[in-house]
């Protein structure tokens, strides 16, 4: 298993290769018990789809969601916004990192961890430090230690803000 924070990032190549186990699309309540989401984000309902981590039998691992490429060459104030649900006893945590001039930098959005409650929790993120570049962003859920850290993402959003 290669070292995701050295991980040699090939955008032309992108095989799931480094992490764990895959992130799934789901709609209503997740499988297992007090953890996970009922309902997604966009219109509160059971019919709503969201994308979340099932934590049954994997435990302790990590998975990694990555974006297309963004390019912000005539942004001059991308904003990424993402609605998060992070419900459970042993819930793990949440990191976004990002890929730009060549190198991945690490948990540009502050670290989420530990039960968040039975509630989706909005996240906002000024990326004007990456006007005029071509950046993909990567969400990396690290697991707990039991089937009760289910966590989802809902409502993804890149925008430019200046308007």
Same mark, same amino acid.
């Given at each position: 298993?290669?070292?995701?924070?050295?991980?040699?990032?090939?955008?032309?190549?992108?095989?799931?290769?480094?992490?764990?186990?895959?992130?799934?699309?789901?709609?209503?309540?997740?499988?297992?018990? =007090?953890?996970? $989401?009922? !309902?997604?984000?966009?219109? +509160?309902?059971?019919?709503? %789809?969201?994308?979340?981590?099932?934590?049954? *039998?994997?435990?302790?691992?990590?998975?990694?969601?990555?974006?297309?490429?963004?390019?912000?060459?005539?942004?001059?104030?991308?904003?990424?916004?993402?609605?998060?649900?992070?419900?459970?006893?042993?819930?793990?945590?949440?990191?976004?990192?990002?890929?730009?001039?060549?190198?991945?930098?690490? =948990?540009?959005? $502050?670290? !989420?961890?530990?039960?968040? +409650?039975?509630?989706?929790? %909005?996240?906002?993120?000024?990326?004007?430090? *990456?006007?005029?570049?071509?950046?993909?962003?990567?969400?990396?859920?690290?697991?707990?230690?039991?089937?009760?850290?289910?966590?989802?993402?809902?409502?993804?959003?890149?925008?430019?803000?200046?308007?």
């Amino acid at each position: 298993m290669a070292d995701y924070k050295n991980h040699v990032f090939n955008p032309a190549n992108l095989e799931n290769d480094i992490d764990d186990f895959d992130w799934k699309v789901n709609n209503g309540a997740t499988p297992t018990s =007090n953890t996970g $989401p009922d !309902v997604d984000h966009t219109y +509160g309902t059971a019919s709503g %789809k969201y994308i979340y981590l099932e934590t049954s *039998y994997c435990y302790n691992k990590k998975s990694f969601m990555l974006t297309p490429c963004f390019d912000f060459a005539s942004s001059s104030k991308p904003t990424l916004q993402y609605w998060y649900h992070m419900y459970g006893a042993q819930m793990g945590s949440l990191h976004v990192d990002a890929f730009v001039d060549g190198l991945w930098q690490l =948990n540009i959005v $502050p670290i !989420v961890s530990g039960d968040q +409650g039975n509630s989706w929790k %909005k996240a906002v993120k000024d990326l004007s430090m *990456y006007a005029g570049k071509k950046v993909y962003f990567r969400f990396r859920g690290l697991t707990g230690s039991t089937q009760r850290s289910d966590m989802a993402i809902d409502d993804i959003l890149i925008s430019d803000t200046t308007s």
